[in-house]
């Protein structure tokens, strides 16, 4: 079995009186793609909030590479090398592109290679022809990919991308589908929550879907594009 660098079991989160979360349980292995899935309100952002430290959890276990992270601060779930990407998009406007992702730098682990700039903008093409454009001067899916590209700056192990595809163009979309591929190539494991089945095909070795705050179905993503009573019972609206 592949060494599992994200390991969550019973999550319990929720907001104020609102229990959210029921009892998640998945995981995720070195140098793999999972699609969260589910209708609107499942619990995919709750899951991936809570596993950051974003939102406390309420209950159950939260490993990382080997360590409990489960109420950590997000700073020290970061540092630990968790990359996390917000639906909405975290950069400082007022920057360049170049100068976001030197914002981003963090020294990575032992024996792999860092992300430098240059190999990012051979992930991201059109961030290389905009290297010195202010971000606020950028579109919104290039603002995305810039999210991402910062993230990977940090060297992690692991990242959570939320809603990757949401809202784009579809010719960023492929950009953001061939982003996931190359970090795959990388090593790095991605957990992304994800409505658009296309999409989580296209990038995802293996989809769990959430109902009501908890995992009711995982398989293969090839299962899953078979599986029609599956995805009319937990995603077609
Ligand atoms: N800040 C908040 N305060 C209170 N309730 C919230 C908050 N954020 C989310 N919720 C509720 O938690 C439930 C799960 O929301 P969540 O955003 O995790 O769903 P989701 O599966 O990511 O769906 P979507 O694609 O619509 O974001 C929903 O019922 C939502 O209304």
Redo the contacts with the bound molecule.
Sequence with gaps: MAERVLEVAGLRAG??P?E?LFGVDLHLARGEVAALM?R????????LKAIMGLLAPRGGSVRFAGAEIAGLAPFRIARLGLGYVPEERRIFTELTVAENLEVGRRGAAAGRTPWTPERLFSIFPNLAEMRHRRASAMSGGEQQMLTIARTLMGNPEAVLLD?PSEGLAPVIVEQMAEAVLRMKQEGIAVLL?E?NLDFAAAVADRALI?EKGEVRWQGGMDDLEADEDVRRAFLTV
């Design positions: 907001y104020g609102a959210v589910g609107n309100g499942a619990g995919k952002s709750t899951t809603e929550s409505q959430l």
